[in-house]
């Protein structure tokens, strides 16, 4: 399973940015999907989560009201809209997918076990 992340940048606050979570080699659809970021000198959090089938979501509550995850089937991928970005959501963000492997870095949030994740993409949001 390979996941790749794109979209990220700088951006003024108040400004927006859409991240992509691309697969490569399986179906985005029979995995629950998560983002997550990490900031400097910070652990890896959760930030969104949409079940396997789109019907559940979930959002930390910094980023409620403000992000938007959603699933483009025709194209494979999983997408993260950001409106009103504060200084604070600058991070590094992931997507990972529900697929524990033994031995590899796993993350337990909303009850399920990410265990591969894609490289990331660097979110800025300064003046």
């Known amino acids: 399973l390979q996941l790749v992340e794109s979209g990220g940048g700088l951006v003024q606050p108040g400004g927006s940015l859409r991240l992509s979570c691309a697969a490569s080699g399986f179906n985005m659809d029979i995995y629950d999907i998560g983002w997550f970021r990490q900031a400097p000198g910070k652990g890896r959090e959760g930030v969104s989560y949409?079940?396997?089938?789109?019907?559940?979501?979930f959002y930390a509550d910094s980023v409620k009201g403000r992000f938007t995850i959603s699933r483009d089937s025709a194209e494979n991928m999983v997408h993260l809209e950001m409106n009103s970005l504060k200084p604070e959501d600058t991070a590094i963000y992931y997507c990972a997918t529900d697929d524990y492997t033994p031995g590899a870095f796993t993350l337990v949030e909303w009850g399920r076990a990410f265990g591969t994740w894609g490289p990331g993409t660097q979110v800025t949001v300064s003046t």
């Open positions: 949409i079940s396997a089938d789109g019907g559940t979501t």
